[in-house]
Structure formats: structure tokens, C-alpha cells
């Protein structure tokens, strides 16, 4: 697993890699359950950038 002091190393302009919403369920760097957050607040997080559909996955 990639930590997010190893991401940042990798891409020094601060462009860290888009990751599936699994993996980041995974890390254990969500502080909220993810599915109830895009299920109830989808419009509003996809508006401002927080989160992009990338063919099926969120």
C-alpha cells in the first residue's frame, strides 16, 4: 500500500495519482464512510471537484 508521504514523493508538484474509491476505503484515510457520503451529497461533491466518476467507479 502507498502512503500519502510516498505519493507526494513520486509527484513532487503536488499531483497526486487518482485512486479507486476501494483503495482509499482500503488506507483507512477516510474519516467518513464513503458510500453514505456520495450517496446523500453526490451533486454537491461533484461540483466542487471532491470526487469524479471514471467510467463506473466513483
Given at each position: 500500500m502507498i502512503?500519502?508521504?510516498e505519493q507526494?514523493?513520486?509527484n513532487?508538484?503536488?499531483q497526486a495519482p487518482l485512486i479507486p474509491l476501494s483503495?482509499?476505503?482500503?488506507s483507512g484515510r477516510a474519516?467518513?464512510?464513503m458510500h453514505h457520503l456520495i450517496?446523500?451529497?453526490k451533486d454537491s461533491l461533484v461540483k466542487?471537484?471532491?470526487?469524479?466518476?471514471f467510467g463506473r467507479k466513483w
Open positions: 502512503t500519502a508521504q507526494t514523493q513520486e513532487p508538484d503536488n483503495d482509499f476505503r482500503k474519516p467518513v464512510e450517496f446523500y451529497n466542487h471537484g471532491v470526487i469524479c466518476k
